[in-house]
């Protein structure tokens, strides 16, 4: 994804700043979607795993980016307290 979009993009909700999923968070959290335990905010169910993905520099709420395109809608956004392996601090060390 172009780094001059990351750089404008925010959280809907939080307006905190995003950056890009690392290869391991996405792994754990496309471990946790083959598992049938990931939920989107709004309670849906996530069936399709992530090729790339959009974090908040607070760790709290992964968006998906689909073709290139981030979808940033305050329903889709998956909440990683659900997840093992995502805290805030994680987010805030990688990118204060």
Do not use: H, W
Request: hydrophobic residues 35%; aromatic residues 2%; contains cysteine.
């Amino acid at each position: 994804m172009d780094k001059r979009l990351i750089d404008i993009l925010c959280c809907p909700v939080s307006k905190r700043p995003v950056r890009p999923l690392t290869a391991s968070e996405r792994d754990s959290l496309n471990g946790a979607i083959r598992a049938g335990s990931v939920d989107t905010v709004a309670g849906e169910k996530v069936s399709a795993p992530l090729t790339e993905g959009l974090i908040t520099t607070d760790g709290k709420l992964v968006y998906r980016v689909d073709d290139g395109i981030p979808v940033m809608l305050p329903e889709a956004g998956i909440g990683t307290t659900q997840l093992g392996g995502f805290t805030p601090d994680q987010g805030l060390a990688q990118n204060p």
